[in-house]
């Protein structure tokens, strides 16, 4: 074994012999040490057929230091190998398969037809109809103009178009997003007090969401947003969702000074305390569209071929709504209007990010969160669909697409975009077949920015109101939420905390709380790991947790322990304690239905998948206390990375000896128990003699 020498099986008769072998030996195992009236000849003829069988438990072919962080560094940052396909294509293929890689519009674009844009133009028109309201409204949700949701739904689109992967992905301002960017810079800069400076902050913070946004694409870093993890995130809507429609009873009652805070309590209480504010007329154009839209969503989802229904609920509630209040001047009689739009394609606005300055660290921040939590619902939504069509979407070019998106917005006065579900849903139930359908939403939104603001004059606010509360009631997932408590409650518990959170304190301070638990669980999974007792289940060499396994019985003379997790500096220690204390435990059962004692404690180590240091010397600890205890410590089939340390550790080299290493549990049963058994026969054989003498 020292030498790393590969021992083979040669001949047939060997290989016909093994499972005979095993059979035997573990059926001896089975016995009750009270059986050692068996001869002499028949126990070491037992050791020698099992002693055939060994088979050794050999070290990994060598690689040198930079090979092995060549390989680590590549499973980490490029398991889905982007270079695969350059291999063996000649060189001026590579520069086409580069470009297609780069810009996925390269690799449809040439195979484009008229059929697609049939059905691409269908899909494009419906949801425009959805974004123009849509963009509108999330503006306000963020504290910005309106024009700013409507620029946001014209450029983004278009650069997505170019470097998006997914075909079903429909970009603009999502709820979301638009409420943690308005709630996060009103803390510090007032929208109605210094509306130039929000904006700016508005722009810089977006820059920063497209700069992080692409940075983990660049760096594939995209493991990152796997922190937020699917019941953190059905919290945090659910949440967030409430605080939204709570921030629309301002429309829908018509209040004019409303708080600024996002909490339950303050809304509520803002609420009531400005009853002498509520319109009546507003109240009931409110009712009125609400129901309509709720109505319209409720039918799409019973009948999705009338998806086109909810689709153009938003627009059709916006023109009757406009018509309503521009034919009986209700704007005069309590009823709040959007106002004059300005007209004109997007003016660009790099002259308005601030990268300097007492606001730089709440733009980063802004951009920080609301990057990592529009990046998670972009990349969430184009895999949901992908997977509906059965096709890929990578995720590291789906943040860089989306971050250089956001980067080109922050300069074309947009403000945080990503895919968004609701239009995404529509754009897929539309037939959408390519990115395409993205381009025509983006040239309707251009044709009305040009054209069709006028129209948007007389818009009440309080149908704006509802399109957003209909729009975020389908965040609230209640059937995903009853399954996570079905399936974990430590996960339900992560999720009810972003839940309350959101609600009891801020959107930011929800997302924290619920991370900082996700986190709190992983770390205790790493520095608590599990540890269980194997037995045998009869009749088989199949080893299980005798806890798990009713029929599963624990080997006389054997501890064996199943180690479920990486060996690290924090949890080495947790590992000596809990080894020993299973010994002391399996000793006092021992001792109480008389049974043989421990004569060998066997670790298998096939989900240690590594080992540092200090785990390295967490061995030699067991090592030295085990056979304190007159007990011998034997390892079965430790893994590549693990064998290669411990054979390279002085401490516990003597531990990687074949008589100390096996491939599984039943080997090391059926030999260990084997010799047991032939000592045992010695020692009955020798204490004969002398009484003859």
Not at 96 to 115: A, D, E, M, R
Not at 311 to 340: M, N, Y
Request: with cysteine.
């Amino acid at each position: 074994m020292g030498g790393g020498s590969h021992n083979k099986i040669e001949d047939s008769s060997t290989k016909i012999s093994q499972t005979s072998s095993f059979s035997a030996a573990t059926a001896s195992a089975m016995e009750t040490p009270n059986n050692v009236s068996d001869n002499n000849m028949n126990s070491h003829h037992c050791v020698d057929i099992a002693m055939e069988v060994h088979h050794q438990v050999v070290p990994p072919p060598h690689r040198s230091s930079l090979q092995k962080l060549k390989s680590k560094f590549k499973e980490t940052f490029f398991p889905d190998d982007p270079l695969r396909q350059f291999k063996g294509q000649p060189c001026s293929k590579k520069w086409i398969l580069g470009l297609q890689y780069l810009f996925p519009i390269f690799q449809w674009g040439p195979n484009y037809s008229l059929k697609l844009f049939k059905s691409d133009i269908v899909s494009g028109l419906t949801i425009a109809s959805l974004a123009i309201p849509q963009g509108i409204s999330y503006a306000k949700l963020a504290n910005l103009p309106p024009i700013v949701g409507l620029y946001s739904s014209f450029v983004p689109p278009l650069v997505y178009a170019v470097l998006g992967s997914s075909r079903d992905l429909a970009v603009g301002p999502v709820s979301i997003a638009s409420l943690i960017l308005g709630s996060m810079l009103t803390q510090e800069v007032s929208p109605t007090k210094d509306p130039l400076l929000f904006l700016q902050l508005a722009f810089t913070a977006t820059f920063f969401a497209g700069f992080i946004q692409a940075s983990l694409g660049l760096l594939r870093l995209g493991f990152i947003i796997d922190f937020l993890s699917k019941a953190t995130l059905i919290g945090f809507m659910a949440g967030a969702a409430i605080i939204v429609s709570l921030q629309q009873l301002k429309s829908l009652l018509g209040i004019t000074h409303f708080t600024k805070k996002m909490g339950l309590i303050p809304v509520l209480t803002s609420v009531f305390h400005t009853r002498k504010e509520w319109s009546w007329q507003t109240i009931l154009m409110g009712v009125s569209f609400l129901v309509l839209l709720l109505l319209a969503r409720q039918l799409s989802i019973r009948k999705p071929k009338l998806f086109w229904v909810s689709a153009g609920a938003p627009l059709v509630c916006v023109i009757l709504s406009t018509i309503v209040v521009f034919a009986f001047k209700a704007q005069h009689h309590g009823i709040s209007v959007i106002g004059k739009l300005q007209e004109g394609l997007n003016p660009p606005s790099w002259n308005m990010l601030h990268f300097r300055g007492s606001h730089l660290g709440l733009a980063i921040k802004t951009g920080l969160v609301t990057g990592i939590i529009s990046l998670t619902e972009g990349i969430a939504v184009g895999r949901t669909f992908a997977s509906l069509k059965e096709y890929r979407v990578d995720g590291n070019k789906e943040m860089i697409a989306i971050g250089l998106m956001n980067i080109v917005g922050s300069s074309t006065s947009c403000y945080v975009t990503t895919g968004a579900f609701s239009r995404s849903a529509v754009n897929h139930n539309a037939g959408a077949k390519t990115a395409v359908s993205n381009i025509v939403m983006s040239v309707t939104v251009m044709v009305t920015l040009l054209f069709l603001m006028p129209l948007f004059q007389y818009t009440p606010n309080v149908v704006l109101g509802a399109i957003i509360v209909t729009a975020v009631v389908g965040l609230i997932d209640i059937p995903a939420a009853l399954n996570i408590w079905k399936i974990d409650k430590f996960d339900f518990i992560v999720m009810l905390c972003a839940f309350v959170g959101v609600i009891f304190f801020s959107v930011q301070g929800g997302l924290a709380i619920a991370v900082g638990i996700s986190i709190f669980k992983i770390l205790l999974q790493v520095t608590r790991p599990r540890t269980v007792v194997l037995g045998s289940i009869p009749g088989t060499d199949i080893y299980r947790d005798v806890h798990h396994y009713k029929e599963a019985m624990t080997v006389p003379g054997f501890l064996i322990l199943s180690i479920e997790a990486p060996i690290n500096f924090a949890n080495s220690m947790y590992l000596n304690e809990r080894i020993l204390r299973w010994i002391e435990e399996f000793e006092t059962e021992d001792d109480m239905k008389k049974y043989l004692s421990i004569q060998y404690v066997i670790l298998e180590m096939s989900a240690v998948s590594a080992i540092d240091t200090t785990g390295v010397s967490l061995f030699k600890d067991l090592k030295k206390a085990i056979e304190k205890k007159g007990m011998e410590l034997v390892l079965v089939n430790p893994l590549g990375e693990v064998m290669e340390k411990l054979q390279r550790a002085e401490e516990t080299s003597d531990m990687m000896t074949v008589d100390k290493l096996y491939l599984t549990v039943g080997e090391a049963v059926a030999l260990l128990s084997s010799s047991m058994k032939g000592q045992s026969s010695a020692k009955y054989g020798a204490a004969t003699q002398g009484d003859e003498n």
